[in-house]
């Protein structure tokens, strides 16, 4: 960890000039521009100080634990394309598989379908967004077409096959991952 740039962050996400931080912590604006570009390491007190104005602690200054990511884009995304099966998983969270949930996008051509899920714990949710779809789910066979949802517990095998001459999407959640 670089103690200057992270002090210049904090400094600047509060707003302060150097000098300003140098005010509130009884430093000098040239004490305060060494230790940004780390030219001088602060001694304990004095960072103490420094981070006070910050309006912040060691703990919590020292804490290098990074914020969870909430928001995912297109570069996030993970396909595997199965040209034997005619479908394509995307998945639209990294390592969700650390998560309770994993929502995935899966693209089916027509005669495609996903690969076969073995029975697990857990519960599956899906909703349709394009074509028409039959859910395989144990021995029962379902037809579910855009704008339906289905809902199971997984304890049975299960996969999804393709319903129509055209390409299907799915919205797809499973609790616990499994894809």
Excluded: C
């Amino acid at each position: 960890m670089k103690i200057g740039e992270k002090i210049k962050r904090l400094r600047t996400q509060h707003k302060l000039t150097q000098e300003e931080l140098a005010d509130r912590s009884e430093l000098t604006k040239g004490f305060i521009s060494q230790v940004e570009r780390e030219l001088t390491s602060p001694s304990i007190a004095t960072l103490v100080d420094i981070l006070e104005a910050l309006g912040t602690n060691l703990q919590d200054f020292f804490n290098d634990e990074v914020p969870e990511k909430v928001v995912f884009t297109k570069n996030d995304v993970a396909i595997k394309n199965d040209p034997e099966l005619k479908s394509e998983i995307h998945w639209l969270v990294p390592n969700a598989q650390k998560n309770a949930m994993e929502p995935i996008l899966v693209h089916i051509e027509p005669e495609g379908q996903t690969p076969f899920d073995d029975p697990h714990d857990g519960e599956e949710f899906g909703y349709v967004l394009k074509g028409q779809i039959f859910l395989h789910f144990g021995a029962k066979k379902v037809r579910v077409r855009a704008g339906e949802s289905f809902y199971y517990p997984a304890q049975a095998g299960h996969y999804i096959s393709n319903a129509s001459k055209r390409p299907a999407s799915i919205m797809w959640v499973s609790t616990p991952p499994s894809f």
